[in-house]
């Protein structure tokens, strides 16, 4: 299959996938199930991808799939745990009220082109590497060995992280708490700096198979900006700095994404 076929196959794929989210979400007057579908869309592109390609001699495909399975099955899975167990996201019931009290914005225009009509381009970007890498043929070389090393501590980092998030919120004691042990004493964001691991991975073995492969390196830089710059990091950020006392303390001593000693 040529690039052009694949990537018109998966874009058919995410067009679908969001409309019919963008349907279910307007019969639960609530999107926040939308964050779930960012990692388990991605296994969708993966092994359609996968289905389009794979063969014995095409055997980045089947790993790159593989590999984006144990990531989005677990954090999809948690990200709907979440949901239902916290009801919906906040963040969406409030950008939902100022686009119908300030700008007078129904909830299904709102929802139409301010969540799924947004993400779905971002995830067709972000997946590119899982998209078009499995049309690398040839043996894993080092470069896809070292892609897998990285992608599967991404995996373990950011699962560990997610665990200890949810253990500590667990106790009442700990509601106006900054979390600082664990992994969140080397880093704010141990979960995005283990996302933004393995989709760097998943682009080094991409990357491994060719020129095609290496292209798709718009997605993981795409990942990593959203993640730093727009709406991850600032996002958190700005919440905790109004919410949690010593939170100032936590950010002067704690490094903000790559993993360090705290500061004295």
């Not at 290496?214 to 830089?221: D, I, N, R, S």
Request: aromatic share 12%; hydrophobic share 50%.
């Amino acid at each position: 299959m040529t690039v052009a076929l694949l990537l018109l196959q998966n874009a058919g794929i995410v067009a679908l996938c969001f409309t019919a989210l963008w349907l279910i979400g307007l019969r639960l007057k609530d999107v926040s199930f939308v964050d779930s579908w960012w990692a388990l869309g991605m296994v969708v592109l993966a092994w359609a991808s996968f289905a389009a390609v794979g063969g014995p001699d095409y055997p980045r495909s089947g790993v790159l799939a593989a590999l984006c399975t144990a990531w989005g099955a677990r954090l999809g899975a948690y990200l709907l745990w979440r949901w239902r167990s916290h009801g919906p996201d906040r963040r969406y019931q409030t950008m939902a009220g100022k686009a119908e009290s300030e700008h007078g914005i129904g909830f299904a225009r709102w929802s139409l082109v301010s969540v799924f009509a947004l993400q779905a381009p971002l995830q067709f970007i972000v997946a590119l590497p899982v998209q078009l890498g499995p049309l690398g043929a040839g043996r894993l070389g080092p470069l896809a060995g070292a892609g897998i090393v990285l992608a599967a501590l991404g995996i373990v980092f950011e699962s560990v992280g997610d665990a200890q998030l949810v253990a500590f919120k667990r106790d009442p004691a700990n509601r106006e708490r900054v979390l600082d042990t664990g992994l969140w004493r080397y880093t704010r964001h141990p979960n995005y700096f283990g996302d933004c691991c393995v989709w760097w991975g998943l682009w080094l073995i991409a990357a491994d198979g060719g020129w095609i492969g290496a292209a798709t390196v718009a997605g993981p830089v795409l990942l990593t900006f959203l993640l730093t710059r727009w709406s991850g990091m600032p996002t958190i950020e700005g919440r905790m700095r109004r919410k949690k006392q010593g939170y100032e303390d936590y950010v002067a001593r704690t490094s903000a994404f790559v993993p360090w000693l705290p500061k004295s």
